[in-house]
């Protein structure tokens, strides 16, 4: 089992609260991700890092943002959470590894804004 | 586009039994192909990852295959198990140069006893 964790698991919020959704590894993995994923749907790239102070967008436009402080931190901010921001939030690491390179998933954050 | 499709969207099978699932791509250029299995509820987790070279890679009961000049990939899994039930993801990276991973929307599949 991957050692990376997401906190909180669940969490249900009114419209207009900033929240930060926490994700940590202890595997010292330089490059992290976070995903975005609707039920019984495809994965899709929010944000993602190549080590320390290094943030880039992915494919997919998000009104959340995130940061790279530390190596095992990449926690991800959403200043004014909307309905529309429901969705699960699936946090990723792995080091590089040429094309065998393998990322592992942390539990992931249930989102509910209401 | 790069797109991956994967077929069947869902699938029952009875335990014991084996099945195939299989993924399509038009992903340009090609670096390499992944499995995931995801549980309901958790983060997706490696199964196998093949680049072009690579025709087959087992995993346990799991044996993942490539025919990069068709672009498809099929997963078998072999004596299912009730714990065999999961969604499983194809994912496919663009060996573009800058990050890249597209993900098809998975099959879920159930194993009944």
């Known amino acids: 089992e991957a050692d990376i964790y997401q906190t909180p698991r669940y969490l249900v919020i009114g419209t207009g609260k900033k929240i930060t959704l926490e994700c940590s590894q202890t595997?010292?993995?330089?490059?992290m991700y976070w995903y975005q994923q609707d039920p019984g749907m495809e994965l899709h790239l929010i944000h993602y890092?190549?080590?320390?102070?290094?943030?880039e967008k992915g494919d997919l436009s998000s009104e959340s943002t995130v940061s790279r402080i530390r190596t095992e931190h990449f926690p991800l901010t959403l200043e004014s959470a909307r309905p529309s921001h429901t969705s699960q939030y699936l946090c990723?690491?792995?080091?590089?590894?040429?094309?065998?390179?393998?990322?592992?998933f942390g539990p992931g954050t249930r989102l509910l804004v209401l | 586009k790069n797109q991956v499709e994967q077929s069947p969207q869902s699938l029952i099978i009875l335990e014991g039994k084996n099945c195939t699932l299989q993924?399509?791509?038009?992903?340009?250029?090609?670096?390499?192909l992944r499995w995931y299995k995801q549980d309901t509820g958790r983060g997706p987790v490696s199964l196998t990852i093949?680049?072009?070279?690579?025709n087959t890679k087992s995993n346990g009961r799991y044996t993942a295959t490539l025919d990069a000049d068709t672009k498809q990939s099929s997963l078998h899994i072999t004596a299912s198990q009730l714990s065999d039930s999961a969604s499983y993801i194809c994912v496919v990276e663009s060996g573009a140069g800058s990050y890249q991973l597209t993900f098809g929307k998975g099959t879920k599949l159930s194993v009944i006893p």
């Open positions: 990723a690491s792995s080091e590089y590894g040429g094309s065998q390179e393998t990322q592992y």
């Open positions: 093949m680049t072009f070279s690579e």
């Open positions: 993924c399509n791509y038009t992903v340009s250029p090609f670096s390499n």
């Open positions: 890092s190549y080590g320390v102070n290094s943030t």
């Open positions: 595997m010292g993995h330089d490059k």
